[in-house]
């Protein structure tokens, strides 16, 4: 199963009784399920029904969602606003009466915002609402699939960044486990090229040399940060196969990952492990940034 993302885009479209309307639903990154619906006046009923219709599909994600409504063409219509027609009246005349200046036109006035509006409609009864509603509703769900379908679409592009991502991660624990096999050895010649020196070439007793090199590949010891490292590579590729719902894991395993390779790179004696465990550490937070846009 492919992971999907949380981003993506989709609208649709439909008319009933005289009117006809359009959904716009995006999504992009969220902690949990946040849905903001806007709707025009008079249609703030659809609110509760069109979050379950999301909650239905959806489990993470931040949602902005539109609907605007106007009437078919056919069904327009003007009308004159008596209250604000005779506000303008009268505020004509008595501008006219103040500087002399010729009254206001007829044509003038009305042309004045709000005194010709356009009709609302007719007013629905609740069974009319209810069959509205419901067509509304209907195309909401056609929107909310088809960003289901996009946002999927997204996820097979991030599914495939991310598995490439883990296998990098898998590639850079291996080189590490063969540069921590030869840290002992290393770690003794180090120390004993130190010791002659500071010994100005005196013998060194090879008991003594043994021991301390020993001190310090334990403190070196990395065997337990690999081991996990490993662990958790099996544990991204098993979420990533599940694919459902995953992100939050993935999320928490991409700090895991980042933890190991922070005491790696602390316990590290040789720059060139060192070197490994930063790069490891640069895609374990490609990954991460990644895995924040998994549903």
């Known amino acids: ?26 999504s992009v990154n969220g902690r949990s399920l946040d849905m903001r619906l806007r709707t025009p006046p008079g249609y703030d009923g659809l609110e509760p029904p069109a979050r379950r219709l999301a909650c239905e ?15 078919e063409v056919n069904m327009r ?18 501008i006219a009466a103040e500087t002399g200046m010729a009254p206001a036109r007829v044509d003038g006035i009305l042309a004045l915002k709000g005194v010709i509006v356009q009709d609302a409609g007719v007013v629905l009864d609740e069974k009319d609402r209810g069959l509205r509603d419901a067509a509304i509703l209907e195309s909401l769900a056609v929107a909310l699939d088809m960003l289901v379908k ?73 065997r337990e940060e690999l081991d996990r490292l490993t662990a958790h590579v099996q544990d991204a590729r098993a979420l990533m196969a599940d694919g459902k719902g995953v992100g939050r894991k993935l999320d928490f395993l991409a700090q ?30 490609q990954f991460r940034e990644q895995s924040q846009n998994v549903e």
Do not use: Y
Not at 77 to 94: F, H, N, P, T, Y
Not at 160 to 186: D, H, V
């Open 1 to 26: 199963m492919t992971v999907a993302s949380m981003t993506g885009f989709a609208e649709s479209a439909g008319g009933h009784g005289g009117l006809r309307w359009r959904w716009e639903a995006k």
């Open 150 to 222: 996009a946002r999927s679409s997204e996820g097979a592009k991030l599914s495939a960044l991310l598995g490439a991502q883990i296998g990098e991660i898998e590639r850079l624990t291996r080189e590490a486990a063969t540069l921590a096999a030869a840290q002992p050895e290393t770690l003794q010649e180090r120390l004993s090229a130190q010791l002659q020196e500071l010994l100005e070439g005196a013998p060194v007793a090879p008991e003594r040399l043994a021991q301390e090199v020993a001190l310090l590949a334990t403190r070196a010891d990395v």
């Open 57 to 71: 599909r959806f489990a993470r994600g931040s949602f902005q969602i539109s609907l605007t409504v106007e009437p």
């Open 77 to 94: 219509g003007l009308s004159i606003d008596a209250v604000a027609l005779a506000s303008a009246v009268k505020i004509a005349r008595e």
């Open 256 to 285: 895991e990952f980042n933890r190991e390779a922070n005491t790696l790179c602390s316990k590290s004696s040789d720059i060139t492990l060192t070197r490994t465990g930063l790069a490891l550490k640069a895609v374990i937070d």
